[in-house]
Each structure stands twice: as structure tokens, then as C-alpha cells.
């Protein structure tokens, strides 16, 4: 039987990553990766893997980014090129939360996502309410690399959670009807500015999340529930184990958004990740990213998209 999921871990500033238990870092790294694990694993936490040299930043709670401007008290989810982390903003006069997307080592200046965002505020959609851009970047440095950092506005769940969320049919049909006009107006924005979203899917499609803003940690914490990780842990065999600088104490699973209470949820929608999104005029991507039970025939069948993908 694995371990109780549930473990929350003592809350001491800028903890340090990655263990130390003497030794050199001389054995082959793949057969060094293997002896770590979790013991309580599933899809909701990223992969171990992904933290090795150029991967992601190894990131614990409380630790602190932008020179102490943010400091970590959640975990929002995670990509493949990047984790998210909710933040709290301590410049702020009063307590101002934000969400975090920290790419991997191996995304540079050059990824698509941070491209199209300037190209979005170029377009002049900056101020776009159904559009979600970050409204800050800075770079962070870990034993993995530099890391990239977005800052972004802290929104709610998903899309597709709406229909638990908003419970009285009445409402539910009323506030479904809002959000698809938000997302049309979303689409129009882009699309009159000749760029396809390429990725735009319920999980891409981001409810409000009203009332963090003013809360103390404590409150916010309530709200979400409190952190809940799985620590990482080391096969022992005969061997000595090396210093390894990559890997995480622990890894955090995602807040649960979707269980929060309804009564801070509205359907005011923004559509996220423009890390799929290209000019259309100069055609897709050699690569299309967007989930199968979402892709337009064109892009199953022939590897093509247009703006036309997003409809």
C-alpha cells in the first residue's frame, strides 16, 4: 500500500534544492535517475525525469523569485516545458496573488509562447480581457539552467469544470452562454490580427477566480486547501549516492481549483498558452501540439492548420 498522499512540509524560507548525500557526480546520470522515486506517483505531478540538466527549475514552497519580489505558497500545474506556481506578490501595498510559469532550462528567448506574447502586445491586445498575457518576465537560476519566468494574472479552473461548478441549471446555462461569448470574442481578437490560437481546447479556457487578492496567506490557503506533496526519495543499493543538484526534496501537487467554492468563480473566461499560436499568414508550425480529440482533420489527417483549427 503507497504512502498517504497527504504530507505537508515544515514552511522554512528559500528551502534549497536537491540532496546531498556525498560522493561525485561520477555514475552514468541515467542509471542514476532511476534510483529516485516517488512513492505516492500519478499524473497530477510532473515526471523526475524532467529535472534533469536543462530541465525544470526545482522549485519548493516558500522559496523566493525576482529578488524576493515572489515568494511560493502553491502549486497551479505543470507542461511539458514548464511548472506553474502560485505566488505571492511581495511588493504589493496589500496582499496581491499571482501565477508563475517557469519553463525549462532548454526554452529560451526564441520559444513560441514568449514570441507571440510580445507579438500579442505589438497587436495591440495587451488589454484584451479574454486574453491571458503576462504582465511580467524575469529569469530565474538553478542548478538546471536559467529559467525563464512569466508572470501572469491568477485565475481559476478550467472551462470544462463549469458545469459542476455552476449548479442551478439556470445559472448554468446563462453563465455557458457567457463564456462562449468571451471565447468568441477571444477568437475574433486573434483572428482579425491573422494569428490562430493553435492549441484552443476547455483546458486553454481559464474561469475568474475572485477575492484572493487581500487575503493573507492563511486565508488563501483556506480557500485552495494547503499544499499536499510527495517527497522524492532514493533507491538504495551498494553504491554511494552522489550529490544531485537537479532533483527537488519533494514534488507538489496542483491546487485543487475546482473544488473551490463556486461563490469565487465566475464565468468572466480567458483563453491561455499561446505556446501553439503562429501567424497564419506564414502558415503552422512543423509541429502542432494541440490534443487529438481536438485537432481539426486537417491536422490529424495531413499535419496542416489555419485559424480555421480554432473553430
Given at each position: 500500500m503507497s504512502a498517504p498522499r497527504r504530507n505537508i512540509p515544515p514552511r522554512h524560507p528559500n528551502v534549497s534544492g536537491g540532496f546531498r548525500r556525498?560522493?561525485?557526480?561520477?555514475?552514468?546520470?541515467?542509471?542514476?535517475?532511476?534510483?529516485?522515486?516517488?512513492?505516492?506517483?500519478?499524473?497530477?505531478?510532473?515526471?523526475?525525469?524532467?529535472?534533469?540538466?536543462?530541465?525544470?527549475?526545482?522549485?519548493?514552497?516558500?522559496?523566493?523569485?525576482?529578488?524576493?519580489?515572489?515568494?511560493?505558497?502553491?502549486?497551479?500545474?505543470?507542461?511539458?516545458?514548464?511548472?506553474?506556481?502560485?505566488?505571492?506578490?511581495?511588493?504589493?501595498?496589500?496582499?496581491?496573488?499571482?501565477?508563475?510559469?517557469?519553463?525549462?532550462?532548454?526554452?529560451?528567448?526564441?520559444?513560441?509562447?514568449?514570441?507571440?506574447?510580445?507579438?500579442?502586445?505589438?497587436?495591440?491586445?495587451?488589454?484584451?480581457?479574454?486574453?491571458?498575457?503576462?504582465t511580467n518576465q524575469f529569469t530565474n537560476q538553478s542548478p538546471s539552467g536559467m529559467h525563464i519566468c512569466l508572470v501572469y494574472p491568477m485565475l481559476g479552473p478550467p472551462v470544462h469544470t463549469a458545469a459542476s461548478i455552476f449548479h442551478r441549471e439556470e445559472s448554468k446555462t446563462r453563465n455557458l452562454q457567457t463564456i462562449s461569448a468571451h471565447m468568441v470574442k477571444a477568437l475574433a481578437a486573434l483572428h482579425s490580427r491573422g494569428i490562430c490560437h493553435g492549441d484552443f481546447h476547455p483546458r486553454n479556457i481559464l474561469l475568474a477566480l475572485n477575492g484572493l487578492d487581500g487575503l493573507d496567506e492563511k486565508g488563501v490557503l483556506s480557500l485552495l486547501g494547503e499544499p499536499e506533496i510527495a517527497e522524492v526519495c532514493i533507491r538504495k543499493d551498494s553504491r554511494p549516492t552522489p550529490e544531485i543538484p537537479y532533483a527537488p526534496k519533494y514534488l507538489v501537487y496542483p491546487a485543487a481549483l475546482e473544488d473551490v467554492a463556486s461563490a469565487a468563480i465566475s464565468a468572466h473566461a480567458q483563453a491561455i498558452d499561446f505556446g501553439q499560436s503562429f501567424d497564419n499568414s506564414l502558415g503552422p508550425p512543423e509541429s502542432l501540439g494541440i490534443p487529438v480529440n481536438y485537432a481539426a482533420p486537417e491536422v490529424i489527417l495531413d499535419g496542416l492548420g489555419s485559424m480555421e483549427m480554432d473553430l
Open positions: 556525498g560522493g561525485d557526480y561520477s555514475q552514468d546520470p541515467d542509471r542514476l535517475w532511476m534510483r529516485l522515486y516517488i512513492q505516492s506517483a500519478d499524473e497530477d505531478v510532473e515526471r523526475l525525469r524532467g529535472y534533469r540538466p536543462g530541465g525544470y527549475n526545482p522549485i519548493h514552497l516558500d522559496n523566493e523569485l525576482n529578488e524576493g519580489r515572489y515568494r511560493v505558497i502553491h502549486k497551479l500545474g505543470h507542461g511539458t516545458y514548464a511548472t506553474v506556481w502560485l505566488c505571492l506578490d511581495q511588493n504589493a501595498n496589500e496582499p496581491s496573488y499571482v501565477a508563475i510559469k517557469i519553463f525549462r532550462a532548454s526554452q529560451g528567448e526564441d520559444d513560441r509562447e514568449l514570441v507571440m506574447a510580445a507579438k500579442l502586445k505589438e497587436e495591440g491586445l495587451g488589454a484584451m480581457q479574454h486574453l491571458c498575457l503576462p
